[in-house]
């Protein structure tokens, strides 16, 4: 079943290539022709091409000391660099911040157990997450979408559960997924054309949506074909491996929870959100959970819920709930779907379907509704282990009832270049027009000499990629195509929230503190990119658990880009030197003078009980 591998050519270089490459353009161009091969095991080929004398034009290492020999000459070379071993086997999916056993020891009520609780200092594991013995490269997409190698995920428990709901079958080495579910039996294309019929799908005015309780997210792996973008989300584990089977398959999906804290978005994000039997208790806690998603939800977005307790009373049997416990709950969604001032658009079958308001002239009696308390609109995005709020999140005023309050997104993918309303109103701080297409002139060319760096970034080989400090989603923007997808991180302690001009523009992310364990699994992502993060978390927090954690969250023989000061570069590389990581030290890509480097490294394929390949 695996994909047959590709050929690359890369054999010809110009001079500004060779410049900027560094002996690196061999080493990705080796890797290119087994690292999609899906059975990751080419290290030794590298190194046995390499003995040979492949065809490519090696630089010799950076001089630092022409330029930087200050900070340079503070490093002593000597020195051995610290070596961290493998975890213990039974550490191959964990996930630090959601694990299972310290989950059980928080209260159960409100899904506090299965919010956010990371480890303390000394609990911190200071070793490498080793792979699943005979744990291959996924496929690329779109195959990933129906097919996961079952070595990467070796879980049967949903084949059993869900076998009559069509989630997941298991057949021979590998997992395939029908595109069923709960509420679509007859696929998540034709449960997304019914939705199509009510919500604008089609002509880019829907572009991010947001899966609550998503299992193996079949719902955002099909909207991908209709160039929307869906951030999906489960807890660790309800469903065995759902949120890990979503990722293996190339969807973006995080562990998380409606629980007590407010989700990691920022307010007015999504186009869409949606609910397919996902067992949140909309009505409970005054509606806590929709107010919620309210905040999330930008004007003139819409909410899908589908199954209980929509058509109660045609389905109330079959469910096998009591049909005035059914209507109660129903009535608590419409009550509250109601303060929100959200318009039902449609009910049929078990879909129901509102859509926000695009401002609040329409909603002008809900101010003096005793039921409707209002936020402050200043914490709209403050977020990070907030409580979540009892109260309404307001609208940024309008000053005419057909204005969209907050102003008006283009149409997908002119968004994506187009000014954000946020940075056009002048409400990020320190963003102005001017800064924000400066940013994307600087990131087209930094993604442009990425790719002479690494000519894999755009073949598909790399689908799921994280950059860990997102700025103004530059990075994300210039490498936008259908092969790919870049979860966009916010760090907390960032000097600037531009969180949410990134969703302006069509592309998803979410708030994290890198002193922590990100809430996804082991394994996760095939590219990481971290710009300026170890100057931003240098006196934060340990460098080194950072790139702990990204060693725990990259698969086995993905690549990693840094860019930041030499100085701290150096740091990174000595850590790093320990980790099973080949990396090498790159020009900027406006030559040797700039302080600011590129550190470029690749993870060695290595499983649970077995050396890396790469020492064979």
């Known amino acids: 079943m695996a994909p047959k591998p590709n050929s690359a050519d890369g054999r010809t270089r110009s001079s500004i290539q060779i410049f900027i490459v560094v002996g690196l353009c061999c080493f990705f161009y080796i890797l290119g022709a087994w690292q999609r091969s899906g059975f990751g095991k080419g290290d030794s080929i590298a190194l046995e091409m390499t003995k040979r004398g492949a065809d490519c034009n090696i630089v010799p290492t950076l001089n630092f000391e022409t330029h930087h020999g200050g900070e340079v000459g503070s490093v002593d070379g000597s020195e051995k660099p610290k070596s961290f071993e493998p975890c213990d ?7 630090p911040c959601q694990d299972q056993r310290r989950a059980m020891t928080f209260p159960r009520n409100n899904m506090i157990y299965r919010e956010r609780h990371c ?30 190698p079952f070595a990467n995920a070796p879980y049967k428990a949903l084949t059993v559960e869900k076998a009559i709901q069509n989630w997941i079958q298991y057949e021979g080495n590998v997992f395939r997924f029908p595109g069923g579910g709960t509420q679509f039996p007859q696929g998540a294309d034709k449960y997304i054309d019914q939705l199509a019929s009510v919500i604008p799908i089609t002509n880019g005015t829907v572009r991010t949506a947001l899966d609550t309780g998503c299992g193996v997210a079949s719902w955002g792996a099909y909207l991908w074909s209709r160039n929307v973008l869906a951030m999906s989300f489960a807890p660790r584990d309800s469903h065995e491996a759902q949120v890990q089977f979503a990722l293996e398959r190339g969807v973006p999906a995080v562990i998380g929870v409606l629980g007590t804290i407010k989700m990691p978005y920022p307010s007015r994000a999504f186009d869409m959100a949606h609910c397919s039997r996902c067992l949140i208790p909309w009505g409970a806690n005054d509606g806590m959970y ?19 307790p929509i058509n109660w009373r045609t389905n109330y049997k079959a469910w096998q709930r009591p049909k005035e416990e059914l209507e109660e709950e129903q009535q608590k969604i419409e009550d509250t779907a109601k303060l929100l001032c959200w318009e039902k658009k449609h009910e049929k079958g078990e879909i129901a379907i509102w859509q926000k308001r695009v401002n609040d002239k329409s909603c002008g009696g809900r101010q003096d509704d005793s039921q409707a308390s209002f936020c402050n609109a200043e914490e709209a995005n403050d977020v990070w282990y907030k409580k979540m709020d009892q109260c309404i999140t307001p609208y940024p005023d309008v000053s005419s009832s057909d204005e969209v309050a907050g102003g008006e997104l283009k149409p997908f993918p002119e968004r994506l270049l187009a000014v954000p309303p946020r940075v056009a109103s002048g409400s990020v701080p320190g963003v102005s027009v001017e800064t924000y ?8 060319k930094h993604v442009a000499a990425y790719k002479k760096i690494n000519r ?4 598909g080989r790399y689908r799921n990629i994280l950059d860990m400090n997102a700025g103004l989603g530059g990075f994300a923007a210039a490498l936008d195509s259908p092969k790919l997808w870049v979860m966009n991180v916010m760090p907390t302690i960032a000097e600037k929230d531009t969180l949410g001009v990134i969703f302006e523009r069509g592309l998803i992310g979410i708030y994290h503190d890198w002193c922590e364990a990100f809430s996804t699994y082991p394994r996760t992502y095939d590219l990481i990119h971290a710009n300026g993060l170890f100057s931003l978390y240098k ?19 993905g690549a990693v880009i840094f860019r930041d000061e030499v100085d701290v570069l150096i740091k990174v590389k000595k850590i790093t030197a320990g980790m099973r990581w080949d990396t090498k030290m790159v020009d900027h890509e406006d030559g040797p003078l700039v302080p600011e480097k590129i550190l470029v490294a690749v993870k060695q394929y290595w499983v649970v009980g077995g050396n890396t390949t790469s020492s064979e």
Not at 89 to 95: A, I, S, W
Request: proline share 11%.
């Open 539 to 557: 006196d934060k927090c340990n460098l080194e658990d950072i790139l702990l954690e990204m060693d725990r969250i990259l698969r086995p023989e």
């Open 119 to 148: 480890p303390k200092e000394d609990e911190k594991l200071h070793c490498l997450i080793p792979a699943p013995k005979g744990y291959v490269t996924p496929f690329p997409w779109p195959k990933s979408r129906d097919y996961v």
């Open 89 to 95: 086997p039974r550490y191959v999916d964990y996930t």
């Open 290 to 308: 929709l107010k919620e998603v309210d905040r999330v939800l930008r004007p003139g977005g819409y909410w899908v819920l589908s199954g209980p």
């Open 437 to 444: 297409q400066e940013d994307n002139h600087n990131w087209k």
């Open 456 to 459: 894999l970034i755009d073949t």
